[in-house]
């Protein structure tokens, strides 16, 4: 009896020593010695997400909570941050590149990205405070419910082209009963989307909406025009408080310096995203109120899409705008949140057919195409560019200038395994 207590007294400070030496009869040396061999046990490191990180510290002043779980379960995680002790990316950052998984065994490449920067955020975020309540720093969903635009969406059982005016986003510069029906129906950070009618969103969601609209309307153009139904738009995975999960792309600027056939490849790509965006199925022209290098991203398959749709506009050919004379110019706090209450906006009346590709022909063409070819090529390439952007004069619509392109690079691109999106279809048809 004493020999125990002699033990246990002497081990008393060592809880794994302890069991030892009460499972081995009380040897200590026999426990010592086992104490030793025991491995110690791996404490997993893990994230150490933080709501401010997320944006959730903001919300309902965000885009949505869809995605939350995964990231806090790490089934998304930051690809080029992976340490040994995991830590977060500085939230300096617009966009981030990650990977997602759904079984934790394979995983894909995706797009973390912030509806604006963070300066834009702290910015807008003071100016809500200010301007609402007087103060430097506030509950963003207090004040914003307090506004009249959002006591009118309180009210509203469908969202009406009143309910957006004076929104910036290009997408609600001419909004149509249609699209704006289109928006609430497609909404999918809502369980239980499919109804034109508002009764399925809460007041948080109905926020939510409002705010994503006021800021960025890239998510929603992804959510109500999604890839698996054609649309050139890279999938949407979801949100968490102020971050939204895409597919992956490279932006446009990489391939830049890429071998000729591979840039009259994407350049046909980029014609006929063009031309899909002009005319399609459900009679929706979009149009572009500024393009540059990151407009465009390419799929790892070869494949190019719109991958920044923020400076996108829709007009509906078959309702036109329903907004009345002098609604497009109220303005309100939800004006102003990232743009200039004083810009003027690109009015619906002043958009061409060619506008889009007047754009492309001067900010990205020119990158991707100049200095490619063999001189004859090249010289039809380069005249069509300068005269592309200058605007095209009378010769003809979009269409017409988009197909002399075509026809111009269409015998330069190649049918190989760098090409997989149409590999090797391309092998048997001249349609790939």
Known sequence: ??????????????????????????????????????????????????????????????????????????????????????????????????????????????????????????????????????????????????????????????????????????????????????????????????????????????????????????????????????????????????LLVSASTRPLRDFFGAAPEVAADLALQLLAVLRSMANNDLNYFFYFTHVDAGTFGVFS???????????LGVIDKEEGSQLIDGQQEHRDIFSCLTADCQSVLVSCDSIRDQHSLVMVCQELLPKLLSGKFQPPVQESIDAFLQRCARGLGDDGGASEAMAELAAILKPLRSCDSRFAYRYPDCRYSDKY
């Open 1 to 242: 009896m004493g020999l125990w207590i002699c033990c246990l007294c002497s081990r008393a400070a060592d809880p794994l020593m302890l069991l030892l030496v009460l499972a081995l009869g009380c040897n200590p040396s026999t426990a010592a010695a086992a104490a030793a061999s025991s491995p110690v046990p791996h404490v997993k490191p893990s994230y150490s997400f933080g709501r401010t990180f997320l944006g959730l510290d903001k919300c309902n002043a965000c885009i949505g909570t869809s995605i939350c779980k995964k990231f806090f379960k790490e089934e998304i995680r930051f690809d080029t941050w992976l340490s040994s002790h995991l830590k977060l990316p500085p939230s300096s950052l617009l966009s981030y590149s990650g990977n997602y998984t759904d079984d934790a065994k394979s995983w894909r490449l995706v797009d973390i990205t912030r509806l604006t920067s963070k300066y834009q955020h702290d910015r807008a975020d003071k100016r809500i405070c200010t301007s609402l309540l007087g103060t430097r720093s506030c509950s963003l969903e207090r004040a914003l419910r307090r506004t009249q635009r959002f006591q009118k969406w309180l009210r509203a059982k469908r969202l009406t082209p009143d309910l957006v005016q004076g929104l910036p986003s290009p997408l609600l510069r001419c909004p149509s009963q249609r699209l704006l029906d289109r928006i609430v129906r497609r909404y999918a950070e809502v369980p239980d989307a499919g109804s034109i009618y508002m009764d399925h969103l809460t007041d948080r969601d109905k926020l939510r909406l409002l705010y994503t609209l006021a800021v960025n309307s890239h998510p929603i153009l992804l959510q109500i025009f999604p890839d698996v139904e054609g649309w050139p738009f890279p999938r949407y995975l979801g949100s968490c408080g102020r």
């Open 301 to 311: 398959n070869g494949h190019l899409f719109i991958r920044d749709a923020s400076t």
